[in-house]
């Protein structure tokens, strides 16, 4: 069975400087996917950027990175210069297994200070 | 504006009831999820649909049915409602069921069980 941890319940950060959003992962598939997702106070829920197990490069989308540390079962969400509209709560999901459903972490709520 | 629909956007219903939440999607994608979100628990997923015709089970199916009778509705009913049932639902799609496929979300269907 996947596991997704996300040990942060909640995150402060001043505005324009970078944060760190920690997740690990538990699997026994060899292949397998990782993706963050941000849900602001609206509820909807916004795909930020996806990593694939076997990739080998850590994937970027804009201001948002993944460090993924394959070895740790980790994949982090940096998000760099922070902005007010980053105040969110983000998620952290893997897919894989047999039938490549995705399993959520439980969330981390992210408030930018100005 | 193509996507996902969800409705009622909220609901309070008596326990015992019964009640469908409605999910379309234009996109054509061939699979859908219905995910339950709660509080310090993340997002669990209920039920799913790989294709039309046919659905299965996720991590928390008790209590819910799903149908799947054309590629564009997904319907979540709840035979006889109970309070633990209270949550946010979300309906959700993808263009193929393989690894790194990023889900579309609704805005969610928050349902209060009284």
């Known amino acids: 069975a996947q596991k997704i941890t996300q040990t942060q319940p909640g995150m402060f950060v001043q505005e324009k400087e970078a944060v760190t959003l920690d997740c690990t992962y538990d699997t026994s598939d060899p292949s397998y996917g990782l993706f963050w997702y941000k849900q602001p106070s609206s509820g909807e829920m916004i795909f930020l950027i996806y990593q694939g197990s076997y990739d080998q490069q850590n994937a970027t989308e804009g201001r948002y990175s993944l460090n993924f540390q394959k070895a740790r079962k980790s994949a982090n969400l940096v998000i760099s210069a922070s902005q007010l509209g980053d105040s969110a709560m983000y998620f952290c999901a893997m897919d894989g297994g047999s039938n490549y459903k995705l399993t959520f972490g439980k969330g981390t709520l992210l408030t930018v200070n100005p | 504006i193509a996507g996902i629909t969800q409705a009622p956007t909220s609901q309070i219903l008596a326990a015992g009831r019964r009640m469908t939440l409605r999910c379309t999607q234009d996109m054509r994608h061939n699979a859908m999820y219905w995910y339950r979100q709660d509080l310090g628990l993340g997002l669990r997923l209920i039920h799913y649909?790989?294709?039309?015709?046919?659905?299965g089970k996720g991590e928390v199916p008790d209590g819910y049915s799903v149908s799947r009778a054309n590629t564009d509705d997904f319907p979540l009913t709840l035979a006889s409602a109970v309070p633990s049932q209270t949550s946010v639902y979300f309906c959700a799609s993808s263009d193929s069921t393989g690894e790194g496929e990023k889900l579309f979300f609704g805005s969610g269907t928050q349902l209060s069980v009284l």
């Open positions: 649909s790989n294709t039309a015709g046919t659905t």
